[in-house]
């Protein structure tokens, strides 16, 4: 039998082969010998791997084959993998490889999903594209939020960003704060408060609950032209359902800043309109002692006497001295966007001169051409953008103090000290919108240029400055009534070239030199304070660098410090002082350094 086998055995050789791999090949092919020097090495990478092995996942997916899972959501069945699934999200990721039971369940049922958002989800995890249309995005952003789909979150929130507009800017606010989606809802309160003076006009805005409009009221950010426009939105909204709304009245007038209304507007509208509310009373009467008693507005100062940014209006920077032959341009600083843009020029180069701001208009006062000092005076109309000339004054000064004594279209402005080409002066004089022209009143006690001056209280006071001799620390108050200087307190430094502001019932004495102005040294950072009641100076926090011949000037109730010089370069450096801190902030910088330029603060653009 074996032998019979062995031999059936080898016969079975000419039908069954057993072929090595080198056999029927030339023997110098049989094997493949690289050389030993080449010792190379090789990385494949397909690029289309990925994209490739997820297309065909997707058919699996189509086609339900290789599903380790059933996502039921009402009557909707959607199979998918696991492992798709848990790539893709973070709520997926932690149901599937923690130790929850859902991890081996094959049926799962998402409560209060809507289905179409859940099918078109999932089908995102496999494609990576979903369409956001108007009627869908809402729902595939709760979904996708609550299924930790950041991307699509992320990509929702782009598509209601972009849809922003004032009849909706409200409820994308409220829906964003809902789906914790913080920039969105940052994005549509911003559009919001931008857009105000729309917005009010939509049902939206007549539909918010008190809390919404409150946290609305409160923003200083509120695009608006006067706090009228932010009173007037309140009572419409408080009439829109008077009977349910008004006991929300005197918790919402609280936000409305009634101290910077006017008299008149308080009297006839607010006091008609919440007189009758007890609790709205203490508040109008607030307002009223604001316009009755100005020399107690400092104890009065809280959030409501805080004017909003876009209606303490513009600042401008003009002229001075930008290292070449002096500037004759204005730059306009905007507090909302916190950016400086050219504005207009001035008819003639001026340096070393005074401007004082009258119902939308500027007046540009003295000063010298380069050559020769001058008495001109030029108007700039902010509502027709146009120049034209005043009487001149009847002496020619430059390093002159200018301000406005008093509130109204016919208030006065003075001109004070300064120097004639030849000596430095004490004389002052006032011009009279009525008249049109300038008369000659008390002169100072001392002769004095590059002084600030500010007019506080009914007062003028004439701060530093130099007298030819040296810096001053002098300070003189002039009284328009008796027509009479006095002295007060001197500063705590000697200031040449120094600016003076008047805020919040104080003097603000910044920057400044107390050696001769073409030395190198002795400018001044530092800054102090006057107060009138106790007549005596107190030192603050310092400017970021020594400097004199700074701009500066009060813009809502801030200080704003403009340019300068070191000694060494003009300067684009702009600070704003923050009282409550004690301390200066940087702010966007001139487009060009300068220094010795009238700053002025001009009302909003949209007056002009």
């Given amino acids: 039998m074996s032998g019979c086998d062995n031999r059936k055995g080898e016969n079975s050789k000419d039908n069954i082969s057993t072929i090595s791999a080198d056999e029927g090949l030339p023997r110098e092919l049989s094997q493949i010998s690289l050389s030993s020097e080449s010792n190379s090495e090789e990385c494949h990478c397909d690029e289309k791997h990925s994209e490739s092995t997820l297309k065909n996942i997707y058919g699996y997916y189509q086609s339900q084959k290789l599903c380790d899972v059933v996502l039921i959501a009402g009557e909707c069945r959607i199979p998918a993998h696991k492992v798709v699934l848990a790539s893709c999200s973070e709520y997926f990721a932690a149901m599937f490889t923690g130790s929850l039971r859902e991890a081996w369940s094959t049926e799962i049922t998402l409560e209060r999903i809507d289905p179409q958002a859940l099918r078109s989800l999932i089908n995102y995890c496999y494609t990576g594209s979903i369409e956001l249309n108007s009627e869908t995005a809402e729902i595939l952003m709760t979904t996708a939020n609550l299924l930790q789909l950041n991307s699509v979150t992320k990509a929702c929130c782009d598509f209601f960003e972009k849809q922003l507009d004032p009849c909706n800017c409200l409820g994308i606010a409220v829906f964003a704060e809902q789906q914790s989606c913080l920039s969105l809802h940052a994005k549509a309160l911003e559009y919001s408060y931008q857009h105000y003076m729309q917005v009010v006009k939509h049902q939206e805005f007549l539909a918010l609950e008190s809390d919404q409009l409150a946290s609305l009221l409160k923003s200083d950010e509120l695009n608006v032209q006067s706090e009228e426009n932010v009173f007037e939105s309140l009572m419409t909204w408080v009439q829109h359902d008077n009977l349910n709304r008004e006991k929300h009245l005197p918790t919402l007038l609280k936000l409305v800043k009634l101290p910077l209304l006017s008299s008149e507007y308080l009297i006839d509208k607010v006091e008609s309109a919440c007189g009758n509310v007890a609790e709205c009373q203490p508040l109008i009467m607030e307002a009223v002692k604001w316009h009755l008693l100005p020399e107690r507005r400092s104890l009065l100062f809280s959030n409501r006497t805080r004017p909003r940014t876009s209606t303490i209006g513009r600042l401008l920077a ?19 966007t916190n950016t400086w843009t050219p504005f207009m020029r001035m008819g003639a180069r001026r340096l070393q001169f005074g401007v004082a701001v009258m119902q939308n208009k ?91 001056v500010a007019a506080l209280r009914g007062k003028l006071y004439a701060v530093g400055g130099r007298d030819g001799g040296s810096c001053l620390r002098s300070v003189e108050c002039y009284d328009p009534a008796t027509n009479h200087w006095t ?36 400018r001044l950072a530092c800054v102090e304070r006057y107060d009138p009641r106790t ?53 966007a910088p001139l487009s060009t350094g300068r220094a010795g330029a009238a700053v002025v603060a001009v009302p909003p653009p949209q007056l002009f």
């Fill in 487 to 522: 002295n007060c307190a001197p500063m705590l430094r000697r200031r040449g070239g120094v600016s003076v502001v008047a805020a919040g019932g104080y003097l603000y004495a910044v920057g400044g030199h107390e050696a001769p102005a073409n030395s190198a040294g002795g």
């Fill in 362 to 452: 500027l007046i540009v006062v003295g000063g010298r051409d380069g050559l020769k000092t001058l008495n001109t005076v030029e108007c700039f109309d902010l509502t027709s953008l146009s120049w034209s000339t005043l009487a001149p004054m009847n002496t020619h000064r430059h390093g002159l103090g200018v301000a406005v004594l008093g509130e109204g279209p016919n208030a006065p402005i003075y001109a004070v000290g300064g120097h004639d080409g030849w000596i430095y002066l004490n004389s002052v004089e006032r011009w009279d919108a009525c008249s049109r022209t300038w008369s000659i009143v008390s002169p100072m006690a001392g002769a004095r240029s590059t002084c600030g």
């Fill in 318 to 336: 003009i002229g001075g001295m930008d290292g070449y032959k002096g500037a004759s341009n204005m730059e306009m600083y905007d507090p909302r």
């Fill in 535 to 587: 007549d005596s100076w107190l030192l603050l926090a310092s400017l970021s660098c020594p400097r004199d011949a700074v701009g500066s000037c009060l813009l809502g109730d801030r200080i704003i410090a403009v340019g300068g010089y070191d000694g060494v370069q003009y300067l684009c450096v702009v600070e704003m002082f923050d009282e409550e801190g004690n301390s200066w902030r940087k702010l």
